[in-house]
């Protein structure tokens, strides 16, 4: 199985900063894009940043500035790193990717479980 295991999150202060990562482990043929999203209690998940496998990035406008995605492909890893922190970037976050497996080689997204980031006021 393709597993997507994120690490990084917390509770910081206002102004601090995170760094997210996330690892893709398992039987991989290739990654495309790599993506961060995140929600907030009672809100729709939203897309914060995305990179692709040549390293174009996107980001939120909320975040632009404050963010910034990167990632390894030797390793496999996505990683946010999150400053100026806001409490309105408290979140659920999750790394997402597109991936093929070497048993399959079709090209499916895959989720982490999701860390909390909490930034207080």
């Known amino acids: 199985q393709v597993q997507l295991v994120e690490s990084g999150g917390g509770l910081v202060q206002r102004g601090g900063s995170l760094r997210l990562s996330c690892a893709a482990s398992g039987s991989i043929s290739s990654i495309n894009a790599m993506r961060w999203y995140r929600q907030a209690p009672g809100e729709q998940r939203e897309l914060v940043a995305g990179?692709?496998?040549?390293?174009?990035?996107m980001y939120v406008d909320s975040v632009k500035g404050r963010f910034t995605i990167s990632r390894d492909n030797a390793k496999n890893m996505v990683y946010l790193q999150m400053n100026s922190l806001k409490p309105e970037d408290t979140a659920v976050y999750y790394c997402?990717?597109?991936?093929?497996?070497?048993?399959?080689?079709?090209?499916?997204?895959?989720w982490g479980q999701g860390t909390q980031v909490t930034v207080s006021s």
């Open positions: 997402n990717a597109e991936i093929r497996r070497l048993a399959t080689m079709i090209l499916l997204t895959y």
């Open positions: 990179i692709t496998s040549g390293g174009s990035t």
